[in-house]
């Protein structure tokens, strides 16, 4: 499920929720809807995914 694997994610990277959101979707409320029940397009889920593995191999080149 999204929301589990972005919640690790923000766990993970002490990233704040909003600044995910922004960075991810350009929606500052998008993991506080995701709390909510809101159920995203499958485009929007693989732009998210993506923007996880791109997040997570640019801190692990570092």
Do not use: C, W
């Amino acid at each position: 499920m999204l929301i589990r694997n972005i919640e690790k994610f923000l766990r993970h990277t002490g990233m704040p929720a909003t600044k995910f959101g922004r960075l991810a979707t350009r929606d500052p409320r998008f993991v506080l809807d995701l709390r909510n029940g809101r159920m995203p397009r499958p485009s929007t889920e693989q732009r998210v995914e993506h923007f996880m593995n791109k997040y997570r191999g640019t801190v692990n080149a570092k």
